[in-house]
């Protein structure tokens, strides 16, 4: 069975240019969830979605970030502009309600803002 | 806020020997979770744990969340390379919706 699918596996670009991370969720699953690590802050959860809804995005760090799940197959977590400080490996995961607990991680993507 | 504490936050340990990892939270655990996570990957659900004195195995890992339920230590017996990665225990934020947040990892290198 296919896992939580994330694109790109790598990105590098300049300060200032618009980002867009990509996640297919496992089938079925009904809940979507966007972490960042770093090593200074850990693992951090951004936002999350249930049925497609955002439900708390407090994580977000600034105005700069922005989320979207248009159906349930898909979500994308854009950065616009980009920061150097932005930099980290970003984690999309997936649940199902009631299976309390157990997330499904997809492989991230490393993103570097030079 | 509520916040989980990892010791500790690196450990080497030769083959064959067995090691502990600790979690302390600042307040009262509904559920604790402990996830691995190989380097450069995506974390992977280990064990989860919910009542005061609960006590979980799972071939050489073995996790227990303590009366109170402030604690929980991950006992890995007999360690092997395999058992290298980063461990991560987490804790939901009760809302039902699997929102969790997660310590400060510790990293786990085992010598053959």
């Known amino acids: 069975d296919a896992g939580v699918i994330q694109s790109p596996r790598h990105e590098v670009t300049e300060m200032g240019q618009e980002v867009t991370l990509r996640c297919k969720p496992i089938?079925?699953?009904?809940?979507l969830f966007w972490y960042r690590q770093t090593m200074m802050r850990g693992l951090e959860l951004l936002i999350y979605?249930?049925?497609?809804?955002?439900?708390?995005d407090s994580g977000m760090p600034e105005d700069r970030f922005s989320a979207k799940m248009p159906n349930a197959s898909f979500s994308t977590l854009k950065i616009q502009p980009s920061e150097p400080r932005d930099s980290a490996v970003y984690f999309c995961?997936?649940?199902?309600?009631?299976?309390?607990?157990?997330?499904?991680f997809g492989e991230g993507s490393r993103l570097t803002v030079l | 806020s509520q916040e989980l504490e990892q010791s500790p936050q690196s450990l080497i340990v030769q083959e064959g020997k067995n090691l502990t990892i600790n979690c302390t939270s600042s307040k009262t655990l509904y559920g604790l979770y402990w996830y691995k996570q190989k380097y450069g990957e995506g974390l992977i659900f280990l064990m989860m744990l919910q009542k005061g004195g609960e006590e979980k195995s799972h071939e050489k890992i073995t996790a227990k969340l303590d009366e109170k339920k402030q604690q929980s230590s991950l006992h890995i017996t007999a360690s092997q390379p395999s058992h290298a990665g980063i461990y991560l225990c987490g804790a939901d934020g009760r809302t039902g919706a699997n929102n969790l947040f997660f310590g400060t990892g510790t990293r786990l290198t085992v010598i053959p």
């Open positions: 995961a997936s649940s199902l309600t009631g299976i309390t607990g157990e997330l499904f």
């Open positions: 089938s079925g699953h009904n809940s």
């Open positions: 979605f249930n049925n497609n809804v955002p439900i708390d």
